[in-house]
C-alpha cells in the first residue's frame, strides 16, 4: 500500500470519526479531497496549544487573534478553529494573504517562539503532517503514546517474593485495576458505535506495581504466570457473588487456564444462569494456550460443555497462522491493533485475512487508539473494534 | 560429587528459599542427559545428540514435597541456567561426572533452555543447539527475531512440547526452528507432519520399535527413548 493510500484510509476515518468537532472534520474532508485531486494548497498552522498557558490568554491572545483575523474574513482563505485551541487557514497558491499573515508572525515572535507555534505546510505533499497535527488537536495522538513507563523494578522475581505478593494481593483492593469496556460493532459510513459485549480486564501491571513493587515479574515467567493464577482467582471470587453476577451481560473474560479449574471459578459458574453462559467468552492468550497444551485441551472441553464461549487472544499476525483460530477451537479471535501489524495490501496482510474467521461477528480488533486502527480493521473485515478510542467515541455518542 | 562447606552455614540461614534449595542440590540429580541416535537404514547407528534436560521428577523429590507445576517449571529454568553456567566453564570442571565426558569430547548438545537464557546474549560452543519451550513461538515473529540473534552466538535452534495434543490443532510451518521435536504417541497425527521436513524432525519417547519404525517409514532420521538409551548404555559406549 503507498503512503497515499495510508493517508487516505487514516483520512476516511477522521472524516467519520465522531470525535471531531465539524471543524476538525472539515478540515479533515479537505484534505482528503486535495489528496484525491491532488490540486495544491497552502495551509498555516498556528499552534496555540503549544503556548504557555499565560501567552495564551488576555493581553496576547488579543494580539495573536488580531494578527490571525485577516485570514478570517477574506473570502480567500479558509479558516478552520481546532478543539485544542490550534488554528488552521488554508488557501489557494500563490496564497498571498498566508504570506503577509505568516510574515507578520515571524516579526513579532522571536525565532524559537515562532518555530514552536509557526507551521507552513504544502497540500497534498505534506497531507501526512496536517493529519498527525489534526489527530494531535483531537487528543487522538496523546491517546495513542503508551503511558510513560514505570521505574524498572530491578530485583529478579523469586518464590519467596511471590508469597509476599501473594499475601498481599490477598488484602489488596482489585476493584479500581479492574478495566470494564466494550467491544463495539463499527461500520464503514454507519452511525454510532454500537455496544456488543463487556470486556473486565485486570490492569496486570498496576496490581503488579501495587503488590510486587520491589521485583520485575517478567524475569521468572512461570512464577508471573501463577500469580495471574493468584490474580484470576480473586477476580473470579469477586464475581461469584449474586449481586455480582446479577449485573452480567455479555462478556468477555480473560483468564489464565488454571484459574478455569479453580474453587473461584466452580463458584461463579454455579451462580451464573445457564442462559448467560452462552453469552460468556473466555479469552485465552497464545502464550498461555502453549505454555500447557494439554491443560488447554482439558479446558477447553470443560468450558464447551458448559456452554462457554473461548476465544484467542492474540498479539500478532503470524499467531493465527501458528494457531488456527477454528482448528484450535476457538469461537471468537481478539486480536490487538498495532503498528506492528501488516500493511493492507501487502502478502502479509493477505495471509492474515485468510487466518481470520470468516464471519466478522466472530472477531474483534482490539486496543484500538487511532482512528488509522478502524481504518487498517475495515479494509481487513473487522467490525467489531474495543480500545480506548472506541470507548470514547462510545461515551460521546 | 563433594558438598561445598558454605552450604552448610547458608542451609542454618531460615528460611532457605526454594531457589536457594534447589541451586545447592547437585546438578548430576537435576539434569537428565539422554542420547538422541541418528538411523539410517543400511548404516550405523550414531550419537547424533546428547540431550540434557532438568529432570522435573528429580526436582520435586528432591525438595520432597508437592510444590505446583508453575514453581517446578520455574525451578527447572534455573537448573538450565546453572547448567549452561557450568558448561561454559573449561575441561567442564563444574559439570556432574556424566556428563564431563561429553563436554570434553565436544559432544553436540541439545539442551533444554528458558528463552531468556538465550535473550541474554548466551554464546554456544559448535555443535549446541537450544531447545525453547512451545510457549517461546507464541508470537512467531518474536521467535524469529530471537532465533536469529542466538544463530549469531553460534546457537542451533530447536522447538520443543510437540506432542499429538498440541499438533492436533497447532500449525507448525508456521514457524521455522532449525529442529522441530515431536514426543512421540500413537496418536500423532500424520497431517501435522506434511508441513514438516522429516530431516528437521527429532522424534523423542520411542520406547519401542513400533515407535522407531513409525518415524523411519516417515523418514524421520533422529531418535530418542527408552529404545535409544539401551543402545548407548550397551558395553563400547556411543559409537
Known amino acids: 500500500m503507498s503512503a497515499l493510500q495510508a493517508d487516505r484510509a487514516v483520512l476516511n476515518a477522521l472524516v467519520r470519526s465522531p470525535l471531531g468537532t465539524s471543524d476538525a472534520v472539515e478540515l479533515a474532508a479537505l484534505v482528503r479531497d486535495t489528496v484525491a485531486s491532488g490540486v495544491e494548497r497552502e495551509m498555516l498552522v498556528l499552534r496555540l496549544s503549544a503556548l504557555p498557558p499565560a501567552l495564551r490568554r488576555g493581553h496576547h491572545r488579543r494580539l495573536l487573534e488580531a494578527a490571525w483575523a485577516p485570514l478570517r474574513s477574506s473570502a480567500r482563505s479558509r479558516c478552520f478553529d481546532l478543539p485544542n485551541g490550534d488554528l488552521c487557514a488554508v488557501e489557494a497558491p500563490p496564497a498571498h494573504l498566508l504570506a503577509q499573515v505568516r510574515e507578520l508572525f515571524l516579526r513579532t515572535l522571536d525565532a524559537e517562539g515562532a518555530a514552536r507555534i509557526i507551521r507552513h505546510l504544502h497540500l ?189 487472544d492474540a498479539r500478532s499476525a503470524a499467531t493465527l497462522a501458528l494457531i488456527p483460530s477454528e482448528a484450535a477451537g476457538f469461537d471468537l479471535v481478539r486480536l490487538a491493533w498495532s503498528e506492528a501489524l501488516p500493511a493492507l495490501g501487502t502478502p502479509e496482510a493477505r495471509a492474515l485475512a485468510d487466518a481470520l474467521p470468516l464471519a466478522a461477528d466472530r472477531m474483534v480488533l482490539a486496543e484500538v487508539d487511532r482512528p488509522a486502527a478502524i481504518a487498517w480493521g475495515w479494509e481487513m473485515g473487522f467490525r467489531l473494534f474495543s480500545g480506548r478510542l472506541i470507548e470514547k467515541r462510545r461515551l460521546s455518542a | 560429587m563433594p558438598t561445598p562447606s558454605a552450604a552448610t552455614t547458608v542451609r542454618l540461614a531460615p528460611p532457605a528459599s526454594l531457589e536457594r534449595r534447589a541451586g545447592l542440590l547437585p546438578l548430576g540429580r537435576l539434569v537428565a542427559g539422554r542420547p538422541l541416535v541418528r538411523l539410517v537404514p543400511g548404516a550405523p547407528p550414531g550419537m547424533a545428540f546428547l540431550h540434557l534436560q532438568p529432570d522435573m521428577a528429580a526436582m520435586a523429590a528432591a525438595l520432597g514435597g508437592a510444590a505446583p507445576g508453575d514453581i517446578l517449571r520455574h525451578l527447572a529454568e534455573g537448573t538450565a541456567l546453572r547448567l549452561l553456567d557450568a558448561l561454559g566453564e573449561a575441561e567442564g570442571a563444574a559439570l556432574p561426572a556424566q556428563l564431563r565426558a561429553a563436554a570434553v569430547d565436544k559432544a553436540p548438545l541439545l539442551i533444554d533452555l528458558p528463552p531468556r537464557a538465550l535473550a ?23 521467535f524469529a527475531t530471537l532465533a536469529i540473534a542466538a544463530r549469531r552466538q553460534g546457537w542451533g535452534i530447536a522447538l520443543r512440547g510437540l506432542t499429538a495434543t498440541s499438533l492436533a490443532w497447532l500449525h507448525p510451518g508456521a514457524i521455522a526452528p ?62
Open chain 1, 124 to 312: 497534498p505533499a505534506e497531507a501526512a503532517v496536517v493529519i498527525a497535527a489534526i489527530e494531535q488537536a483531537l487528543g487522538l495522538a496523546s491517546l495513542a503514546e503508551a503511558p510513560p513507563p514505570p521505574a524498572l523494578p530491578a530485583e529478579t522475581f523469586t518464590t519467596t517474593a511471590l508469597s509476599g505478593a501473594e499475601r498481599a494481593l490477598a488484602m489488596a483492593d482489585l476493584s479500581p485495576m479492574l478495566r470494564t469496556f466494550w467491544a463495539c460493532r463499527l461500520d464503514p459510513g454507519g452511525g454510532a458505535p454500537l455496544p456488543v459485549w463487556e470486556e473486565r480486564r485486570i490492569d496486570f501491571a498496576g496490581v503488579c506495581a501495587a503488590i510486587l513493587p520491589l521485583h520485575d515479574p517478567d524475569s521468572a515467567p512461570w512464577l508471573r504466570r501463577q500469580l495471574r493464577t493468584a490474580i484470576d482467582r480473586r477476580i473470579l471470587a469477586g464475581l461469584a457473588r449474586p449481586d455480582a453476577v446479577g449485573g452480567l451481560r455479555t462478556s468477555l473474560l480473560p483468564l489464565g487456564i488454571a484459574a478455569t479449574g479453580s474453587a473461584e471459578f466452580a463458584r461463579f459458574d454455579a451462580l451464573l444462569p445457564a442462559m448467560l453462559r452462552g453469552r460468556m467468552a473466555i479469552a485465552f492468550t497464545a502464550e498461555e494456550v502453549l505454555s500447557d497444551p494439554d491443560a488447554f485441551t482439558e479446558a477447553r472441553a470443560r468450558l464447551r460443555t458448559k456452554q462457554y464461549r473461548l476465544a484467542l
Open chain 2, 120 to 142: 541474554a546474549g548466551a554464546v554456544a560452543s559448535s555443535g549446541w543447539v537450544a531447545s525453547l519451550p512451545l510457549h517461546s513461538a507464541a508470537d512467531p515473529e518474536a
Open chain 2, 178 to 239: 532449525d529442529w522441530f521435536i515431536l514426543d512421540w504417541s500413537e496418536a500423532l497425527p500424520d497431517n501435522a507432519l506434511r508441513s514438516l521436513d522429516p530431516e528437521r524432525i527429532l522424534l523423542t519417547g520411542c520406547d519401542t520399535d513400533a515407535a522407531l519404525d513409525w518415524g523411519l517409514v516417515r523418514n524421520i532420521r533422529i531418535f530418542g527413548g527408552a529404545a535409544l538409551d539401551a543402545w548407548a548404555a550397551r558395553p563400547g559406549g556411543d559409537a
